[in-house]
């Protein structure tokens, strides 16, 4: 127990240290106060009561805790603050071009358009300088190298050739240099030339061996398997992710199991099952844990033991340790203190997607695996007799409650990474995990006969082919569900985050709980959980749905447009009438945990006015103004946009992508306001604005043809006839004002208090 308290504080020493970026002098001082408050704790518990009775309930004293906590913070400020000398290739970053030499250090990674190669550095040269003698300096380091795709460089091969060492790039959404940090490489190069060989055999002999293997072995997949099979065998197999169709990668991603392609904790899993399975009928359990071990070893060294594989064999190997040991709090402890290792010698893994997802499906297995397997079994055992039952409880909490296990506890991280949650995982995992032992089995035995002889191989694939073609059709049926990948909103992750956590929680106090719920306040409990419950779906029912829906709201007297993107990014056009009314209606659409509007769009400069009764509704981000609202004129008044709102001017005939693919044109403009071209996809709504018809096609013809919808009002057809408007042939058209439309089959405000239009980028559909 107290290992485990030790390691959580360095943990959460690394994130809060990541978060808030102290100096080097502050978690040094807090080092040296919390170090002095752990040798004075037992004089401090003496004279404060408080601090006894937390001692009481702590396994550690407080001190050590918060000694280690700032350990941790002190540790991630030593990542994030490299010190970088002149034998370091880092140092090298952004100074120019040099003459480089290092020998390749991993297997090559071989894409379409490129190979890129692991290069460790063994020497550079400065081809300026002048001083011959000194140019050149032994150094040290790691480059992730980019070359062509017809490159041919093995491992163990010494390269020396002209480079422009680079500082990895990061911006908001993505930082490649923490990406690459968490590998020990701080350069990338770009296309050197000159590359030349001018030695070879550096390395492990072992190891080139394995890769050679590996590289022979994925020669055979496709000589004796048809793709998509044969690119899925080489992910499941060999750890090579990019040789699947990109679209058929992708429904691995929305149906959640495109850990599956690549090595992971499951493949290791399933390898380490199978390795323990023979050995133990050979040698014992325990002899059969060491040689599984050395073999995984072996493994991981094959599909180049990247940092991911060598995680997923720490799992792995730790995983048959607790299976040993068949106890659940000694499995926590040692997985909590592997992770805190682990971190301890690459801080930066805690930013990376791939050791949290791991990390959370082996706490998973760890924390709830033998309680609901022995729930599983008392609840056949009132069914069926104790052998059947105890025949049938294995299969099914390996196929189902383990699966859902680790589902439960990835879920947050899932949701954090990629915001988006795949529905379908639900069935995907149980319906496509099972068969995946006698993929890598069968696939195995096919690979090592298709090596011996390609006949062979061809034969053996009578039996491995199969479950290869299933897991892909699966796959792809399960990805065409709709609605079966969920958006989430970064806001609504931490909610995702809190109900994991009290589920945790819960089941570490269901003991406690179950007397507590046999007392009075047990209602009270079920009315906290029913409205967070409910606070929980209202939240999901919010979500993005990757539609585009585009509202018109009658406002009193006036209407409002509003539109809600495929992502969630909300934004008004020039909003009228009643804001109370307008705002009541942003209700039924809005998260009330995320109630915003991303942006108002101005084209009317008299429309400014209902906005400070708008934002002081809503909360308002941004206002987007089109040249005809900020124009200045000599009888109009200043423009006056509320306190605390972002204001952004546009310029005439911009176009703004709202969201990838949604893009918002301002196509015309005349003295009556601004014309604005809606698109998305291969539909294109058209809001005139009063502008008048010579203008728009004067000033862009094309946002005239192949509409989709026209949303038109009073001010649209007070000098244009309708029937000029109708010979666009638009779809349908949208009436925008209270008053009767002169429109047959329209459907408007007049009709409706709220007209919803939801666009998917091919079809539109109208909804009352």
């Avoid at 001692?55 to 970088?84: Q, T, Y």
């Avoid at 460089?153 to 680079?166: K, M, V």
């Avoid at 590289?215 to 690119?231: D, N, V, Y």
Wanted: glycine share 6%; aromatic share 10%.
């Amino acid at each position: 127990m107290p290992l485990l308290w030790v390691s959580l504080a360095f943990i959460a020493g690394l994130l809060v240290g990541d978060g808030l970026h102290l100096s080097f002098s502050v978690w040094l001082t807090l080092i040296a106060i919390f170090l002095i408050l752990s040798c004075f704790e037992r004089k401090i518990q003496n004279r404060f009561q408080p601090w006894r009775k937390l001692r009481e309930w702590l396994p550690v004293s407080a001190g050590v805790l918060l000694l280690f906590f700032s350990l941790g913070g002190l540790r991630i400020w030593i990542a994030d603050n490299p010190v970088l000398k002149t034998n370091d290739i880092a140092w090298y970053n952004n100074k120019g071009a040099y003459v480089v030499t290092g020998w390749v250090s991993a297997a090559a990674d071989r894409r379409t358009e490129s190979t890129i190669y692991q290069i460790s550095t063994i020497e550079i040269t400065d081809p300026t300088s002048i001083d011959w003698v000194h140019a050149s300096r032994k150094i040290h380091g790691l480059a992730q190298v980019q070359m062509t795709a017809d490159s041919k460089w093995q491992y163990g091969d010494l390269l020396q050739f002209t480079a422009y060492p680079r500082t990895p790039s990061e911006n908001s959404d993505f930082s490649y240099r923490d990406y690459l940090a968490k590998s020990g490489i701080l350069s990338v190069i770009y296309h050197p030339r000159s590359v030349t060989k001018v030695g070879s055999n550096y390395g492990f002999v072992l190891r080139k061996g394995l890769i050679g293997f590996r590289e022979r072995a994925r020669q055979a997949i496709f000589e004796i398997f048809p793709q998509p099979e044969a690119g899925l065998l080489t992910g499941i197999l060999l750890g090579v992710d990019n040789d699947l169709p990109p679209d058929l990668t992708q429904d691995y991603r929305d149906t959640g199991v495109a850990h599956i392609i690549a090595i992971s904790g499951f493949n290791m899993a399933v390898l380490a099952g199978l390795f323990l399975w023979a050995f133990t009928l050979l040698v014992g359990p325990y002899w059969a844990a060491f040689v599984s071990a050395i073999l995984l070893g072996f493994y991981a060294s094959m599909v180049d033991a990247s940092e991911s594989v060598n995680r997923a064999l720490i799992m792995a190997v730790l995983a048959m340790g607790g299976h040993l040991i068949g106890r659940r709090q000694a499995g926590l402890n040692a997985l909590v203190f592997t992770a805190a290792v682990m971190c301890l010698l690459q801080p930066l893994l805690l930013k990376d997607a791939s050791f949290q997802l791991s990390f959370a499906a082996s706490f998973g297995l760890v924390v709830f695996a033998q309680p609901m397997q022995d729930w599983l079994n008392g609840l056949l055992e009132k069914r069926v007799s104790e052998k059947a039952a105890t025949k049938w409880t294995m299969p099914l909490s390996e196929y189902f409650l383990f699966t859902l296990a680790a589902q439960l506890a990835t879920l947050p991280f899932i949701a954090a990474n990629f915001g988006r949650i795949s529905i379908s995982a639900l069935l995907a995992n149980p319906l496509v995990l099972p068969v995946q032992p006698a993929v890598m089995i069968s696939g195995a035995l096919t690979v090592l006969a298709g090596m011996l002889h390609p006949l062979a191989g061809k034969l053996a694939m009578v039996i491995s082919w199969p479950f290869l073609k299933y897991t892909n059709s699966m796959v792809t049926l399960l990805a065409k569900i709709k609605g079966g990948v969920l958006t989430i909103h970064p806001a609504f992750t931490i909610w995702i985050f809190i109900v994991v956590a009290l589920i945790v929680a819960l089941f570490f106090l269901r003991e406690r709980l179950a007397r507590f719920f046999q007392s009075s306040r047990f209602i009270w409990l079920v009315l906290l959980l029913a409205a967070t419950g409910f606070s929980t779906w209202s939240i999901a029912s919010h979500q993005p749905d990757g539609l585009l829906h585009l509202h018109l709201v009658r406002c009193d007297e006036e209407s409002s447009v509003y539109l809600i993107a495929p992502n969630g990014s909300t934004l008004a056009i020039d909003p009228r009438g009643s804001m109370d009314q307008f705002t009541s209606s942003l209700e039924k659409d809005l998260s009330p945990w995320s109630y915003h509007l991303d942006s108002v769009l101005i084209t009317d400069r008299k429309v400014t006015k209902p906005l400070d009764e708008l934002s002081g509704a809503i909360n308002v981000r941004k206002v987007q103004l089109a040249p005809s609202s900020y124009r200045s004129e000599e009888d109009s008044l200043p423009l006056r946009i509320p306190d605390g709102i972002e204001v952004e001017k546009l310029l005439p005939s911009e176009s703004m992508e709202i969201e990838p693919g949604l893009w918002l044109t301002l196509a015309a403009e005349d003295l009556n306001g601004t014309a604005l071209l809606l698109q998305y996809g291969n539909l294109r709504v058209l809001i005139p604005n009063g502008v008048d018809y010579a203008v728009i096609k004067a000033s862009s013809p094309d946002a005239l043809t192949g509409l989709t919808t026209l949303l038109l009002g009073p001010e649209d057809v007070s000098y244009i006839p309708p029937r000029v408007w109708r010979n666009l042939n638009p779809q349908m058209i949208l009436w925008l004002d209270r008053g009767i439309s002169p429109f047959e089959n329209s459907l408007g405000v007049d009709e409706s208090a709220d007209i919803h239009l939801i666009l998917d980028g091919a079809n539109a559909r109208l909804m009352k």
